[in-house]
């Protein structure tokens, strides 16, 4: 066998995406120079915003001052701008507050300042300024059952925007007539910058109708206000169209395809031939693993599309619908079906891990899969197919001692999978 640990191997993989991913990494070579005369205001919000408000301290030549918010656990000291944790993939009081806050601190902006925005995956909980006449116990039932639905975070970050204060450009526009710069980590499949954190300071071209549809899609109760400023049309939000964007301008600095490029270099560093199957696979997690296997087997029987050894890699954002009352995140899912397909079929190992070392809402950031899990988990009287159908991942992994916790990774492309066939 060419590698003497498959686990480690593939942790030394997922450890290489998430170091191409960082805010140290990918963030100095896109910040500007400071205004000649203006302030230099840092706003933000996101999984990895304070690790890249972290950043911009370290590299920022000029006076500055601001405030970022991140999820709880995932803050990182800084000097002059400052950090609040709210909570997530709900969101709370605190994340409203810091919202307002923001809000606020970008008012009576000259055309001489400039605003630096720093945005990442999971902005869209922390950044929880619901929109007049619609409270924030409302946004939460909306965002816990969008999470449950199955629904895909373009579908719930347009729900999101045309219910909120701050999302969908809102925050950009607040700035004028300062120049803004938002600067993103992308979590979302396709890397559309409108979508991630819902956009706060990028127009929007979603409407209220696109909203209401996705509610009625997933069978979501719609209180009487919402339908009404949905259908209203009160909850527009500002179109690509408008002048006022006209000084705006924003840079992806770190994406899914960064990360797995990384790893398949360290796999191919290691005499492991890699293959990327795609940066943006969505769908439900358990059809996705059960994809993934069938594409491993098919390796280790016929050995096509691939010869082994070697790894495959793949990213994007798959979804959940919660039909049991267990615990685990999408990945944990994924691997559950990934594990029940396989059997313990030799010489296939595999790890799924969310970049940001949180897989929903759990403590830890995925898991691993070896041929020997099958034996284990029948020893414990685990059936991996009975646990799929109760969402429960997490408990099955954890059970086995193969759940990967990594803590806060402070940066997020979101998921991260590889199948090791030998």
């Not at 640990?5 to 030394?12: G, M, T």
């Not at 270099?265 to 492991?272: D, S, W």
């Amino acid at each position: 066998m060419p590698i003497s640990s498959p686990r480690e191997f593939l942790n030394s993989l997922y450890q290489a995406a998430v170091d191409a991913v960082s805010a140290e990494k990918c963030l100095p070579a896109f910040l500007p120079e400071p205004p000649r005369h203006g302030r230099t205001i840092v706003i933000g919000a996101g999984k990895g915003a304070a690790a890249m408000a972290h950043t911009v301290e370290q590299h920022w030549k000029g006076e500055l001052s601001g405030l970022v918010v991140t999820r709880y656990g995932h803050g990182v000291p800084c000097e002059k701008i400052e950090v609040i944790e709210a909570a997530h993939p709900v969101p709370d009081i605190a994340g409203q507050q810091a919202a307002a806050r923001i809000l606020q601190m970008v008012q009576g902006l000259t055309k001489d300042d400039l605003v630096l925005c720093l945005i990442s995956g999971g902005g869209s909980a922390l950044l929880a300024l619901p929109a007049e006449g619609i409270t924030l116990e409302q946004k939460q039932a909306i965002n816990k059952a969008l999470l449950k639905s199955g629904a895909a975070i373009s579908e719930m970050n347009c729900v999101r925007k045309h219910l909120s204060a701050i999302k969908g450009g809102r925050l950009g526009l607040a700035c004028a007539p300062a120049r803004v710069i938002t600067l993103m980590i992308s979590d979302v499949p396709g890397d559309d910058a409108s979508i991630i954190a819902s956009g706060p300071t990028l127009p929007d071209d979603t409407t209220c109708a696109d909203a209401l549809a996705i509610l009625r899609k997933y069978a979501i109760a719609i209180p009487d206000n919402i339908e009404t400023h949905l259908q209203s049309g009160q909850g527009e939000t500002p179109k690509s169209s408008d002048p006022r964007f006209a000084r705006h301008e924003h840079h992806i600095i770190a994406t899914a395809q960064h990360a797995l490029d990384a790893a398949a270099y360290q796999a191919r560093t290691m005499g492991i031939a890699a293959h990327i199957l795609s940066d943006g696979i969505e769908g439900e997690a358990r059809d996705i693993g059960l994809m993934h296997a069938a594409l491993a087997l098919q390796v280790t029987r016929k050995s096509q599309p691939f010869p082994k050894p070697c790894v495959i890699l793949s990213g994007g954002e798959t979804t959940v619908t919660v039909r049991g009352n267990g615990r685990g995140g999408r990945n944990a899912e994924f691997l559950l079906s990934l594990a029940a397909t396989l059997n313990g079929h030799p010489g296939i190992y595999a790890i799924a891990c969310d970049t940001d070392g949180i897989d929903g809402s759990e403590d830890n950031a995925g898991a691993y899969y070896e041929p020997a899990s099958a034996q284990r988990a029948m020893t414990l009287n685990l059936s991996p197919k009975k646990m799929l159908e109760n969402n429960d991942g997490y408990g099955y992994f954890s059970a086995l001692g193969d759940l990967i916790v990594s803590g806060p990774t402070r940066t997020n492309v979101n998921d991260f999978r590889v199948i090791l066939v030998l």
